[in-house]
C-alpha cells in the first residue's frame, strides 16, 4: 500500500482547500482512510476518518462543520474539502489507511501535504 498526499498550499483565513489522497496497491475499498495532522514540535494528531464504503465519517471536534472526508473508491482517492481555514488549521496533512475504522494507529502513512493558513 502506497498512499500519495497533495492539495495542500497557502490560502487566507476563511478560504478553502482541497486536499487529495491516492492509493496504490491492491484493496483499496477493504480500508478505511483517516486524515492526521502535525505542526511542529507537536505530536501528530487525529483529523477525519472514514470507512471503506463511505456512510461513516469522523472528524475531530474542532473541524466539525467545516471540513469534509469523502473517498471515490473507482478512483481509489479519499479527499478533504477544507472550508473556512483558520490561522490554527496550519499544519502538515497526512493521509493514512488501516483495516478498521478509528482515529490512532493507523498501518499505512502517506507523505505529508503543508497546509499554511494566513491571517
Known amino acids: 500500500v502506497q498512499l500519495q498526499a497533495s492539495g495542500g498550499g497557502l490560502v487566507q483565513a476563511g478560504g478553502s482547500l482541497r486536499l487529495s489522497c491516492g492509493f496504490s496497491g491492491h484493496g483499496n475499498r477493504s480500508y478505511s482512510m483517516a486524515w492526521f495532522r502535525q505542526t511542529p514540535g507537536e505530536a501528530r494528531v487525529f483529523v477525519s476518518a472514514i470507512s471503506t464504503g463511505g456512510s461513516n465519517t469522523e472528524y475531530t471536534d474542532s473541524v466539525k462543520g467545516r471540513f469534509t472526508i469523502s473517498r471515490d473508491n473507482a478512483k481509489a482517492t479519499v479527499y478533504l474539502q477544507m472550508n473556512s481555514l483558520k490561522p490554527e488549521d496550519t499544519a502538515v496533512y497526512y493521509c493514512?489507511?488501516?483495516?478498521?475504522?478509528?482515529?490512532?494507529?493507523?498501518?499505512?502513512w502517506g507523505q505529508g501535504t503543508l497546509v499554511t493558513v494566513s491571517s
Open positions: 493514512a489507511a488501516d483495516r478498521l475504522l478509528r482515529r490512532r494507529e493507523y498501518d499505512f
